[in-house]
Every structure is written in C-alpha cells, then in structure tokens.
C-alpha cells in the first residue's frame, strides 16, 4: 500500500518535444505529491509537486496532472530541452505517516538535440 | 539559495568499521531525513528526526544505525558495523515546518564497503 509505481522506466525524446512521466499509488492517504529531478552525481531537487484538492498545476514547461479517482498523476514537460535530461522520480506522502517520503523508482530522460 | 550540505562526498571503508556522515541542514528547519539509493535503484527513506529525537523510521534502519543532532547546525548518521549491502548514497534533507512538505536534499555522500 505505500508503493509507487512509475513508468516508463526510461524515456528518450527529442529536443522539442513532450516527454511523459507517469506515477500511480495505491494509499488513498497520500496527500502530497511532489516530483524530484535528479542529475548524475547530485541530490534530488523539488521540480514541482501538486496536493489532490486540484487536478492541475503549471510551472513554466512542467505540468503536473493529478487524477484523484484513478490514483494517478503524471508530469508533462513541454519543449523539452537536452538540460532536462535527468532522472526524474515522483514521491507521494502524508502526514499521517509522518513526513517520510514513498519514492517512486525513476524515470531516466534523455532528450536527443 | 540556502542548501543542505553533505560531508564527505565519498567515503570508503571496511567491512566491519563504524561510519560517521554527516549533514548541515538547511539553517530555519527543524525536520531532518536520511534517505538512501543503491546505485541504480529508487531512494528509500531510512529515518526522519524531529525535536532531538526520531519520529519514524523504516525497516531498514535497524540496530547498526544510529541519528544524532550533536550540535545546532550538524546532523549525522552513524552505522556501527558496516556490511557490503550498505553500499549506496546516502542523502541528508530537510524541511522547515511539519507535514508533507518540500523537502530539500543535500548532493549526498557516496558509501563504498570494502
């Protein structure tokens, strides 16, 4: 239950182009769901993250979509660019739990110039 | 920006040895986590601290694993006996209030057991 599952496994777009990362969970008491980009060699760094009150949020070329009945949220980046190419992980939590993060297992990007 | 910083960048050592890494957070949060990613695999939390004291952990942090806020800008974890399987990164981060909120992590230290 406090999976989260992510696919595809890795993603390969060109420059320009929307690249498509899909995360699903199975604990209806996941209230926050942020997504980490990470380059090689370095930390995770918050890229954006949603709560289940919208269905929708927009920060610059990144765009979370949230589907609260299906249990599904997905981050869409639009034109992307070879700088995008990282490994992107999606995370849900909730208080309940404590402030523990439930990480999803990566989707590696590379976008082709 | 404020950042987590994490000391060493690579640690390596023997099988058997105690380990000490270290983390200075963020300087306003309060809520401290370890995380820890096998080279390869997804992140996976290990223990979250709050109020000099942990508040969760995960199964993997058992008995060889211990947290402490030695001083007002330090946080560390220490594993007692290290094993092979401890190999991984281990990323410090931090929040500022409780609850699901961002949390920001450090570059993390690279753990090699020989």
């Known amino acids: 239950q406090q999976q989260v599952k992510q696919s595809p496994q890795s993603l390969i777009v060109q420059k320009g182009g929307i690249s498509i990362i899909n995360c699903a969970y199975e604990?209806?008491?996941?209230?926050?769901f942020p997504w980490y980009q990470q380059f090689p060699g370095k930390g995770p760094a918050l890229l954006i993250a949603?709560?289940?009150?919208?269905s929708e949020k927009k920060e610059g070329r990144f765009t979370i979509s949230f589907n609260k009945s299906a249990k599904q949220f997905s981050l869409h980046i639009m034109d992307s660019q070879p700088g995008d190419s990282a490994t992107y992980f999606c995370?849900?939590?909730?208080?309940?739990?404590?402030?523990?993060?439930?990480f999803g297992p990566g989707t590696r990007l590379s976008v082709l110039p | 920006e404020p950042e987590v910083t994490q000391t060493p960048s690579h640690q390596v050592t023997q099988m058997g040895q105690e380990v000490i890494l270290r983390c200075v957070p963020i300087?306003?949060?309060?809520?401290f986590y370890w995380y820890r990613q096998i080279l390869g695999q997804k992140v996976e939390f290990l223990v979250s601290?709050?109020?000099?004291?942990?508040?969760?952990k995960s199964e993997i942090f058992d008995d060889q694993f211990s947290v402490e806020r030695p001083d007002g800008s330090n946080f560390t974890l220490k594993i007692r006996s290290t094993k092979l399987e401890d190999s991984a990164m281990y990323f410090c981060?931090?929040?500022?209030?409780?609850?699901?909120?961002?949390?920001?992590f450090g570059d993390g230290t690279r753990l090699s057991i020989l």
């Open positions: 981060a931090s929040s500022d209030i409780q609850g699901a909120q961002p949390q920001h």
């Open positions: 604990n209806t008491a996941f209230d926050y």
């Open positions: 949603i709560r289940p009150d919208v």
């Open positions: 995370a849900a939590s909730n208080d309940n739990y404590g402030q523990n993060f439930v």
């Open positions: 300087s306003n949060h309060l809520y």
């Open positions: 601290f709050y109020n000099n004291e942990i508040s969760e």
